[in-house]
């Protein structure tokens, strides 16, 4: 017997993914059948087999997959293409795991009486939101690749953004990495074959070079303690993050830092006014497209002052007033959406509010990276050149003691 993957659609139109033992393909289909499961996939399960379905490791579907997921919706759609057979066509060519089977089951669920975006609701994990309503509203609209279209435009915006903001971050982060493991090399390595010869040059050692003998020797005997404490502190951001105090103490940091904070801001500016101006250019009512986008900020200052700013504008207030009282967002956002107010085109302002900010954000990465790789470098070759200059004064002093007999 022969062991497969399966995944399917039980009858109260939940997914499930496991296995069974069966002889063939076609009988472990009838199994499933039996059992009232609607079958999306099945294959045989085995090692090295790249079909097989581990749902930790699934990846969620970026905005780039999103992008190019209604791009070619919109073009199967406008070609006479039933909505069924396009989600068919979109399962079978879809390279993201999770995302296929999600168009998959949608499918299904349409063909068994719900709409497009009540089946979406069904898939939290892979559409948003922001996805759903933009679906719902085109379909009440009879809009629905028009709403695709746009979504396609904001998920295109927003993947380059976050690859900017991505950009600027990946190589600091990579160089300190090198940069820490260099030290750890040298003073667990290098300097422990230094250590006899400069106690035993007979010199009254520099502090620097006491200093670095001393780590060095806690290195040797502690560095499973330096290994646990980087380990512990890694998983206790990545808790921190799961929680409000955490939340609340990272957001403050990256408004505050003295060269990311702007960025920081003008990300949230663009992020903002782009959801914002996609949400209402498709008829969705300010409120709720208020509550949509507050819910897709990452930080959590700025997903406060949306999500509370709501409530001001449900009674009465102008947004521009209620983005202008946070003081989160640069004085341009709240004057442009005021001009935006007063001449009934909100949408189509905040849109080149969104223009503006991305192209801020660009600019902005470009000068956090100018002054990044130089201040990197010069920080590793002070800490580098520290630990050199430990090893060779003692040396200096060895010598010039010699010269003076």
């Not at 400069?198 to 290994?227: H, N, R």
């Not at 940091?253 to 060269?259: A, D, L, R, S």
């Not at 996609?278 to 969705?284: E, M, N």
């Not at 004064?393 to 003076?404: E, N, R, V």
């Amino acid at each position: 017997m022969a062991t497969f993957a399966y995944v399917a659609l039980d009858a109260a139109g939940k997914t499930r993914k496991g296995t069974l033992e069966a002889d063939s393909r076609d009988q472990a289909a009838s199994q499933l059948k039996r059992d009232g499961s609607t079958l999306i996939s099945l294959d045989e399960a085995g090692a090295l087999s790249k079909n097989v379905e581990i749902s930790f490791l699934q990846r969620k579907p970026k905005p780039r997959d999103l992008a190019v997921f209604c791009r070619q919706f919109v073009s199967i759609v406008s070609a006479g293409v039933p909505v069924t057979s396009a989600l068919e066509m979109l399962a079978e060519q879809t390279e993201n795991k999770l995302l296929a089977a999600a168009v998959n089951g949608c499918r299904l669920s349409i063909q068994a009486g719900a709409s497009l975006s009540e089946a979406m609701r069904d898939y939290p994990r892979v559409f948003t939101d922001l996805f759903v309503t933009m679906v719902a509203a085109g379909e009440a609209s009879g809009s629905l690749e028009t709403s695709f279209s746009r979504m396609a435009d904001h998920f295109e915006k927003d993947a380059k953004l976050k690859g900017l903001v991505k950009k600027a971050s990946i190589y600091p982060i990579v160089v300190c990495v090198v940069a820490f493991a260099v030290v750890l090399m040298l003073l667990t390595f290098v300097i422990p074959t230094f250590e006899d010869m400069l106690l035993d040059l007979g010199v009254e050692l520099p502090a620097v070079t006491k200093a670095v003998i001393a780590a060095s020797q806690f290195m040797q005997v502690y560095w499973w303690l330096v290994l646990l404490l980087i380990a512990g502190f890694v998983f206790w951001v990545r808790y921190a993050r799961t929680t409000e105090a955490g939340q609340r103490l990272f957001g403050r940091i990256g408004m505050k830092m003295p060269v990311l904070g702007k960025l920081t801001v003008k990300t949230a500016a663009a992020r903002m006014s782009r959801t914002l101006s996609t949400l209402l250019a498709a008829g969705i009512p300010l409120i709720d497209a208020m509550e949509i986008t507050g819910n897709t900020m990452s930080n959590l200052f700025f997903k406060e002052a949306l999500l509370d700013g709501k409530d001001d504008v449900a009674m009465g207030e102008p947004i521009s007033q209620t983005i202008a009282r946070c003081g989160l967002f640069p004085p341009l956002v709240h004057h442009m959406m005021g001009i935006g107010e007063e001449t009934g085109d909100l949408d189509g302002m905040l849109t080149r509010l969104a223009d503006y900010y991305d192209e801020e954000v660009e600019l902005a990465t470009q000068q956090v990276m100018a002054m990044l790789e130089p201040l990197i470098i010069v920080v590793l070759a002070l800490v580098v050149g520290t630990i050199v200059m430990a090893v060779i004064m003692p040396m200096g002093a060895m010598y010039t003691g010699l010269d003076s007999l």
